[in-house]
């Protein structure tokens, strides 16, 4: 019964093993000499001139999240392209409707101003 678990506990060891032996192993072996150029805060190469607690605009989160959306639609797109013979005019019809609904959502967005940068 116990031979049936053995396969995730490698998993689940072998996850382990690539999840914290690089750092335990840059840890060991990485040297350690902070100065206060190391340690200075960059951002994009340059010294941080604002303060990192700062609030952002919500157009920032509004591109965020409509990439993130699109970028689903695409993940979710590969593998219908795949099946779509099997599936047949159904589910067509399904991503049809599935695109048609994040097209307005789109122009929805577009159209109140949300991508535009001032």
């Known amino acids: ?5 053995f396969p995730v506990l490698l998993f689940v060891i072998v996850g382990l093993l690539v999840g914290i032996g690089p750092m335990i192993l840059g840890w060991l072996v990485a040297p350690n000499h ?3 150029e190391k340690l200075s805060p960059y ?3 340059f010294e941080a001139f604002e303060d990192a607690r700062m609030k952002f605009d919500v157009r920032y989160y509004l ?4 990439f993130i959306l699109f970028d689903l639609e695409i993940a979710f797109l590969f593998p219908w392209a795949i099946v779509l013979e099997e599936i047949g005019l159904f589910g067509y019809l399904a991503m049809v409707l599935f695109l048609a ?3 307005v959502g789109f122009v929805y967005e577009w159209k109140k101003g ?3 940068w001032e």
């Open 114 to 116: 949300a991508l535009e």
């Open 1 to 5: 019964m116990l031979e049936n678990y």
């Open 43 to 45: 951002e994009c190469g």
């Open 34 to 36: 902070p100065d206060s």
């Open 63 to 66: 591109v965020a999240i409509l």
């Open 101 to 103: 609904i994040l097209v």
